[in-house]
């Protein structure tokens, strides 16, 4: 290995991005010097100015070259490109490693499966992703999950758990997988790095990724006043007015927290009913009644105004009293206009990360969750395929809770232990007859 470059990563307070960039370093053995911006505006200037002007973290530099936020890290662990930056590539294939089970995710379905496939003397390989802990790293407060009556913070949680499924076996490994190939047995499993493995069985607990509207000025605008992380970038928008695009739980949390730093935080949702739990519009009324959050129904974005230097201007909303205004454009009914705001944030649902199992067979609908056996009894978490299983938000676009995701990754582990103790039993039985007929 070259002599190792310099690493430089700017973070702030409580931003679970900057944990995962921090994760991705220390996996790979590489030491880096860390800057937190929070707090201090010489060094936040500093890292605006060397990021060419994005006001999000974290920011990642190699020898003062700019790698940018976590995205752009993360995306060139996956071509491979990240370990060539830091020295790290060798020359030489390596061989095919043979897994008895791989989970693909960390997240607390990938976990929990870990800990009990660990547990199981299954020895799993768990395959991190391009968002190591899920979705619930970007969750300040996980008030809900039981065990913890003061409440716990979704990154807390999760590297609990992490250190758990370590503690029963489980190994942890930065990547992502790109395909699998499930017209052979033993499966296998290719990278997106070039690794390769084969596993006898697969557990799919790869969660689902934040999704975006496609509007005009969003792809230019995205980590320049436009974010979907609010625990993330809040604090970098200090006493603007914000707005939040969405009505679920994901929405309304976001809005609440964002009261810690917005001036006020405008909610624009595109029906006149909102999708979240009572807990969470109770605790959004609140704040309205303080002056602190104003709620938008029946209104939708369609386009984010700004620039990367100066950031988010202003957005065009519209709004029509029968909800989902963007499809009564033509309704005379329908109002546009322009709404000043200096931070955008986006809480409108997430797409499942199930990409990499087209073409093995495996049943999808069509926004790609994954269909399972379900029902009553063991197997509930089979495929279609036998030995590829399904855990967590992959599966479950309805209830998509921790504890529930939680409880599908125990099913998953345990379903896959039986599956594989199916494998041997057959597999020795297999032997056993071979060796009988040779006598």
């Not at 020295?87 to 607390?108: Q, W, Y």
Request: net charge negative; with cysteine.
């Amino acid at each position: 290995m070259s002599e190792q470059p310099r690493v430089e990563i700017y973070t702030k307070t409580q931003c679970p991005y900057c944990d995962k960039a921090k994760d991705l370093f220390d996996s790979k053995g590489i030491e880096y010097e860390t800057y937190n911006v929070t707090g201090d505006d010489e060094l936040f200037e500093e890292m605006v100015e060397r990021a060419e002007g994005r006001k999000t973290a974290p920011e990642v530099f190699i020898d003062d070259e700019l790698i940018g936020g976590w995205d752009e890290t993360a995306a060139l662990e996956e071509t491979g490109e990240l370990d060539e930056k830091l020295g790290l590539v060798t020359d030489g294939g390596s061989e095919t490693e043979h897994r008895k089970l791989i989970i693909a995710g960390t997240g607390i379905a990938g976990l929990t499966a870990a800990i009990y496939a660990g547990r199981g003397d299954n020895q799993p390989l768990v395959i991190e992703g391009d968002e190591p802990g899920g979705q619930l790293t970007l969750t300040t407060d996980v008030a809900n999950y039981p065990g913890f009556p003061e409440g716990i913070s979704g990154p807390d949680l999760v590297n609990n758990m992490k250190e758990q499924a370590k503690q029963f076996g489980a190994e942890l490994k930065n990547g992502i997988i790109e395909s699998v190939d499930a017209d052979q047995r033993p499966f296998r499993v290719e990278l997106t790095n070039g690794d390769v493995y084969t596993a006898d069985a697969i557990i799919a607990a790869s969660g689902a990724s934040a999704r975006t509207l496609g509007i005009p000025g969003e792809d230019e605008l995205m980590g320049y006043g436009l974010s979907t992380c609010a625990t993330c970038d809040g604090a970098f928008f200090r006493d603007e007015d914000m707005l939040v695009v969405g009505g679920g739980d994901a929405a309304m949390e976001e809005a609440t927290f964002l009261t810690k730093f917005a001036d006020t935080v405008y909610i624009a949702h595109r029906r006149e009913e909102f999708r979240a739990e009572q807990y969470w519009i109770d605790r959004v009324h609140e704040k309205v009644e303080e002056g602190e959050i104003e709620i938008m129904k029946n209104t939708e974005v369609t386009e984010i105004h700004g620039s990367q230097e100066a950031g988010v201007d202003h957005v065009t909303l519209v709004e029509n009293e029968q909800g989902h205004p963007t499809d009564r454009l033509d309704d005379p009914e329908t109002n546009e206009f322009e709404f000043d705001v200096g931070a955008v944030f986006f809480a409108i649902g997430h797409t499942p990360n199930t990409a990499y199992l087209e073409g093995t067979g495996v049943t999808m609908d069509d926004e790609g969750y994954l269909r399972t056996q379900g029902g009553d009894g063991g197997g509930q978490t089979e495929t279609d395929v036998p030995g590829i299983f399904g855990a967590g938000d992959v599966v479950d676009y309805h209830y998509q809770q921790a504890v529930t995701a939680a409880g599908m990754g125990s099913k998953a582990a345990l379903d896959a232990d039986e599956y594989l103790e199916d494998l041997e039993r057959a597999e020795s039985s297999a032997e056993t007859e071979a060796a009988a007929a040779d006598d």
